[in-house]
């Protein structure tokens, strides 16, 4: 039976760092076929081409076969092509569509439940103190911003948008925050340098991975009471099961796993094997049974997801010598996964890279906004890039959740 065929607009990666310089897209092109007859998959793409400055970027893609880790996917792939499809499918097509600049090295970034307000973190060479921006997504303009004590990172806002949880890595302490004025509430001592943050659903809990120690912190909102527990040798980030009930934690040194912590008792229960590589970021997704993980070792950098229950992981090779924070989408479509220069854009469920962006140099963090409209990525080059899918037509808006979590947590 003969093929069917859809195209797609592909963007490339591994850019060399060039701060403050435009790209410009030369050619690109894709054909993507499905055997209808056995549901076998071939890429067939052309060479393309991103210029910037004077220099030239070209990729070229792999050839199809049984054994090839692709590197691109159509959106026609997420579901079975139908005979006289041909052509029907959607596009996708991820882009820069708009930047936020503010001077320094920018690190944290959360939105609020509604999408209206980004929250920001930003340290300079000056100071060990910080600053935390409060951001209108609409205009893309600081409407307000404030010192912050020892080097602010992770961010977490409550479910009715009213507080702010910030760790304070240099300052081993956890502001809470008004999210309305930026008035600090309330300062928690925690342990050595956190840097994951996360908040439960219901918002009774603040879960603090440190990377200096190991321990994980659990802070009651409610009592005000704190525990901790050693998960690792250098406990990184951290992610939330949707029910509030389990955390799990990526660590720096520890034995290639991902410790799994009943916040009930502050137990580690169970260590999820991650094979020779360091797991690094992480985050749940498909209602608390899968876990994705970025990760680096024998086998390069990858981006992993685990059932969680069985504890077996899929792995997509990223074509990268860097692997960093990641982010899905809060309706499970996509995961944003930093590069360094450039955010891959990942179908959650195939495992396949949909697109490559080009962003500033050392990119720091990525939020993903509630209504999975857009990315937010915070560098070190001053500059907050939004990434959205500039054929996505305008969708349901979603019920409220918890603020949106970061590469620090779910």
């Not at 579901?79 to 930047?99: F, I």
């Not at 307000?144 to 990172?153: C, D, H, K, L, R």
């Not at 990942?346 to 993903?368: C, E, G, K």
Request: glycine residues 10%.
């Amino acid at each position: 039976m003969r093929p069917q065929t859809n195209a797609v607009l592909l963007v490339a990666a591994g850019l060399e760092r060039s701060a403050g310089v435009q790209f410009r897209l030369v050619e690109s092109s894709l054909s993507v076929t499905r055997d209808a007859a056995n549901g076998s998959v071939c890429r067939r793409a052309s060479r393309k081409s991103i210029q910037w400055g004077q220099h030239m970027h070209t990729s070229a893609y792999r050839r199809c076969g049984a054994k090839m880790l692709p590197v691109v996917a159509a959106a026609a792939l997420l579901s079975p092509l139908s005979p006289g499809s041909a052509g029907a499918q959607p596009t996708v097509d991820y882009a820069v569509s708009a930047t936020i600049d503010i001077p320094g090295r920018l690190e944290g970034v959360a939105l609020s439940p509604d999408g209206k307000t980004a929250f920001v973190t930003r340290h300079t060479d000056e100071s060990t103190d910080g600053t935390l921006f409060k951001i209108d997504t609409a205009t893309r303009a600081v409407v307000q911003s404030v010192t912050a004590e020892g080097f602010p990172i992770g961010l977490a806002v409550s479910r009715d948008g009213e507080t702010l949880y910030m760790g304070n890595n240099g300052a081993n302490t956890l502001s809470i925050v008004d999210a309305r004025t930026l008035v600090t509430r309330e300062i928690v001592p925690t342990c050595e340098g956190p840097l994951g943050l996360a908040l439960t659903p219901d918002g009774s809990k603040v879960v603090v991975a440190c990377q200096f120690d190991g321990n994980v912190l659990v802070y009651d909102t409610r009592t005000k009471d704190v525990a901790q527990v050693r998960a690792g040798e250098r406990s990184l980030f951290v992610a939330l099961s949707p029910d509030g009930k389990t955390a799990y934690t990526t660590d720096l040194l520890g034995d290639y796993s991902i410790a799994v912590i009943d916040l009930a008792t502050t137990e580690v229960t169970r260590r999820i094997p991650t094979g020779r590589e360091t797991a690094f970021s992480i985050e749940v997704a498909d209602g608390g049974r899968t876990l994705f993980a970025t990760s680096g070792g024998s086998e390069g950098y990858q981006l992993q997801k685990i059932d969680i229950v069985s504890g077996t992981a899929q792995k997509l090779t990223l074509d990268s010598q860097y692997a960093g924070l990641l982010d899905v989408a809060p309706d499970g479509s996509v995961v944003f996964v930093l590069k360094g220069d450039a955010v891959d854009v990942v179908d959650a469920r195939s495992l396949q890279v949909i697109d490559t962006v080009p962003v500033p140099f050392s990119s720091q963090v990525v939020a993903v906004a509630p209504d999975s409209r857009a990315a937010y990525v915070t560098s070190q080059a001053s500059t907050i890039s939004v990434i959205t899918d500039i054929t996505a037509p305008t969708p349901t808006p979603m019920p409220p959740t918890t603020g949106s979590g970061s590469g620090f947590g779910s």
